[in-house]
T-cell receptor, first 117, second 108 residues
């Protein structure tokens, strides 16, 4: 069964350092999402791509976060500099259709658990 | 006001009980709706889609009320393995938003 791949699974970094997460969506999925989930809360959308274009990054803290999907396939999310409050699970998801009601189920990777110390 | 709101829970029920969760959404242009299940420290996984006519999958029934902008999930004959967090997901024209989740614990 096709899966969304994320790496690393776990990351511990010191505050003020740079950190990067990678996501490889299911082959053929045009839509890619990055979510942040703080323990006990629901996933919060950070950025959404349609192919290589950003569709929504309104909740992305752009002073320290950046995301790219240069070839419309895999994607990287970067934080620089990391802050203590960035400790969370970072989830990547992909779906095959966009703006197609009833056919926009998203599949999630296992996530990257970030701890900033 | 949050775009997607859920019953905060937690819900603690005995095995065999029936439990219902509600979720409301603010964007009337929302197009599709889902319930996801998330186990502790795992990624969310699709439980079921929610259709306007309502749909059932075994012990699970999902319903959508577009006029009132809410969706519901009913679990009958709860099992210990149903213990998880249930996330309401709403697809708008350009995004996919999650509720905060409702935690369910089914006890023997």
């Amino acid at each position: 069964e096709a899966e969304v791949a994320q790496s690393p699974r776990y990351k511990i970094t010191e505050k003020s350092q740079a950190v990067a997460f990678w996501c490889d969506p299911i082959s053929g999925h045009a839509t890619l999402y990055w979510y942040r989930q703080i323990l006990g809360q629901g996933p919060e959308l950070l950025v959404q791509f349609q192919d290589e274009s950003v569709v929504d990054d309104s909740q992305l803290p752009k002073d320290r976060f950046s995301a790219e999907r240069l070839k419309g396939v895999d994607s990287t999310l970067k934080i620089q500099p990391a802050e203590l409050g960035d400790s969370a699970m970072y989830l990547c998801a992909s779906s095959s259709k966009f703006q197609m009601p009833g056919n926009t189920e998203a599949f999630f990777g296992q996530g990257t658990r970030l701890t900033v110390v | 006001r949050k775009e997607v709101e859920q019953d905060p829970g937690p819900f603690n029920v005995p095995e065999g009980a029936t439990v219902a969760f509600n979720c409301t959404y603010s964007n009337s242009a929302s197009q599709s709706f889902f319930w996801y299940r998330q186990d502790c420290r795992k990624e969310p996984k699709l439980l079921m889609s929610v259709y306007s006519s309502g749909n059932e999958d075994g012990r699970f029934t999902a319903q959508l009320n577009r006029a009132s902008q809410y969706i519901s999930l009913l679990i009958r004959d709860s099992k210990l393995s149903d213990s998880a967090t249930y996330l309401c997901v709403v697809n708008g024209p350009n995004d996919m938003r999650f509720g905060a989740g409702t935690r369910l614990t089914v006890k023997p």
